[in-house]
């Protein structure tokens, strides 16, 4: 009989990485915390004075409270942008992160 060590770690290692994934998907509000941070980033990085980023911070609350949701899918969500019945996935949560597929998309919903 061949050795099994190599498969039962290997099995014990996908399943702690697949734990951990569960674990630290991100919830809808925690996915738009961080896009209401990147999106107040990106104002700020625009050349936007002090006055202006509370005012925009203000307005991207708003945008990303009423226009993002995402879609759970316990090892990972799926973040969603809805915009004039329009809906594009624009990234996905995982590990505690919000990753982004396209800045274009990203800064398109930044400017509506």
Do not use: C, H, R
């Not at 316990?74 to 396209?102: C, D, P, Y």
């Amino acid at each position: 009989m061949k050795n099994k060590k190599p498969l039962m770690v290997i099995l014990i290692i996908a399943g702690l990485v697949l734990f951990t994934a569960i674990l630290t998907n991100p919830s809808e509000a925690k996915q738009k915390e961080i896009l209401k941070s990147k999106l107040t980033q990106l104002s700020i990085d625009g050349g936007l004075n002090e006055n202006l980023i509370a005012l925009a911070s203000s307005f991207i609350a708003n945008l990303v409270d009423n226009t993002i949701s995402s879609d759970n899918y316990v090892l990972f969500s799926v973040v969603k942008s809805s915009w004039e019945n329009q809906t594009n996935v624009i990234g996905i949560g995982v590990f505690g992160n919000v990753i982004l597929f396209s800045g274009d998309q990203f800064k398109s919903l930044s400017n509506n």
